[in-house]
């Protein structure tokens, strides 16, 4: 069965090239809720043709998410492939159209992260489905918000994820990944947590700033040097990306606010980071200033387990049995769902999506032939789990 799933993958590949550039022409940046729905919307069609078992989780502020799942009267446990429809730029940045593409890329908001390994898991699913494949269920999660920390506080979107995705036998993570199948699968990602810094100076006029008033700005200044010196690249690192603060030249600053972006492998290290940072927030630099610290989003770190590593263990079996390379343990910066999942005690593999470079940017691309590779991977695993 497998051989004729894998023709069914290359019987069908073409058409969804076509999907691929379809759905990243449907420019979805997260906190514009209508163009994210259009995405899902499109999803949706492509499963009501199937007679695919549809569940929306409705959001008010931003895209609805979706559960899609083939089978869902099998008695067997489930398997989960989960990616995101939202992207990063302002509606527009890619030019009109947004996608293009030569005889080896598609370029595109969301080629690579993450429209592309959606598309190939839908792919999968599809070859699976015109072969017959009945043995177990198999969900599409879509995510809407991933790209500013999957719902901020309440998570409400991934929080939908872990409870649809508990009792699964294997989750399968859609993000992309840089180079040709550059060999590994991610079981490591860092954490990310984000935190306002608020200032509270005293004003005066400029000319009496010698003797009077505490210029907010200023302490802020102190705060972020000591910050920004926490830049490890195999551990910590903090960036402040974003300040405000002062209301005219001519006053000294009676409040300044700035955010600061923190990346860690370890709770440990996001504990010690949080006490680093408390200690700041509390030296007063400037005498009249005080500063309160608010921790804005937390997306926890994906750190290695033995779950994940005999999912990954096992997918090998399932490769050099069907032809494919074998993957190694990787280990990705950035943050993604998989973290949350993995933190729920559920198998993950992530970034099993397409290959692509300069995800983020505007020069965002993906590897087409990487899309028939990631969905043979996909089907080898839901088949031989």
Not at 40 to 60: P, S
Not at 178 to 191: H, N, P, S, T
Request: net charge negative.
């Amino acid at each position: 069965m497998q051989k004729a799933i894998f023709d069914e993958i290359d019987r069908l590949n073409s058409t969804y090239i076509d999907v691929w550039e379809a759905v990243c022409n449907i420019e979805s940046p997260s906190n514009d809720k209508a163009s994210v729905d259009r995405v899902g919307a499109y999803f949706r069609k492509l499963a009501e043709k199937r007679n695919w078992k549809i569940e929306v989780f409705e959001q008010e502020r931003f895209g609805d998410v979706i559960c899609i799942t083939m089978n869902p009267g099998s008695a067997n446990q489930p398997i989960a492939l989960s990616g995101h429809m939202d992207t990063v730029h302002p509606i527009g940045s890619f030019g009109t159209p947004a996608v293009w593409r030569d005889e080896t890329r598609l370029y595109g908001p969301g080629a690579m992260d993450c429209k592309g390994g959606v598309v190939a898991g839908f792919l999968a699913m599809d070859a699976l489905h015109n072969c017959g494949f009945k043995a177990r269920p198999i969900m599409m999660l879509l995510q809407s918000n991933e790209e500013i920390g999957s719902g901020l506080k309440n998570k409400a979107p991934i929080k939908y994820i872990c409870q649809k995705a508990k009792d699964v036998i294997a989750f399968l993570n859609l993000e992309g990944h840089e180079g040709f199948f550059d060999g590994k699968a991610c079981l490591i990602r860092k954490g990310i947590a984000g935190f306002k810094f608020s200032i509270q100076g005293v004003e005066t006029h400029a000319s009496y700033c010698a003797r009077e008033g505490a210029s907010a700005i200023r302490e802020a200044a102190y705060k972020i040097i000591e910050i920004e010196k926490i830049k490890d690249n195999e551990g910590v690192t903090c960036n402040c990306g974003v300040i405000s603060g002062g209301t005219a030249t001519n006053t000294v600053p009676g409040k300044c606010e700035f955010r600061v972006d923190v990346r860690f492998y370890t709770q440990e290290q996001y504990e010690n980071t949080v006490a680093f940072l408390q200690k700041i927030a509390d030296i007063e630099y400037v005498s009249g200033c005080s500063c309160t610290m608010e921790l804005t989003n937390l997306r926890s770190a994906m750190e290695l387990n033995e779950r994940n590593v005999a999912l990954l263990n096992k997918a090998n079996e399932l490769f050099a049995k069907n032809g494919l390379s074998e993957l190694e343990i990787g280990m990705r910066t950035g943050g993604s769902d998989a973290s949350d999942v993995a933190s729920c005690g559920i198998a993950c593999i992530d970034s099993i999506g397409v290959a692509g470079e300069r995800a983020h940017s505007v020069e965002e691309y993906g590897v087409i032939s990487s899309l028939a590779e990631s969905a043979k991977r996909i089907a080898s695993i839901i088949c031989g789990i």
